[in-house]
């Protein structure tokens, strides 16, 4: 199990604080992508993960 981010998610003035930690199990079929929304609704920022399934289409 792996995190998939390390940046801070709750900020304040005299602090930063890593929240809410998303762990996943990494194999080579899935493809993750996952980031920390910047919006400025409160001091505690969102996540998003989203995970795939990697296909081996063949071109025609």
Do not use: C, Q
Request: charged share 20%; no cysteine.
């Amino acid at each position: 199990m792996v995190p998939t981010t390390s940046r801070s998610t709750r900020i304040t003035y005299t602090s930063a604080t890593l929240m809410d930690n998303l762990y996943v199990r990494i194999n080579k079929l899935n493809e993750t992508l996952s980031g920390i929304l910047s919006v400025d609704l409160s001091n505690h920022l969102p996540k998003f993960i989203y995970m795939g399934r990697k296909t081996n289409r063949k071109p025609k």
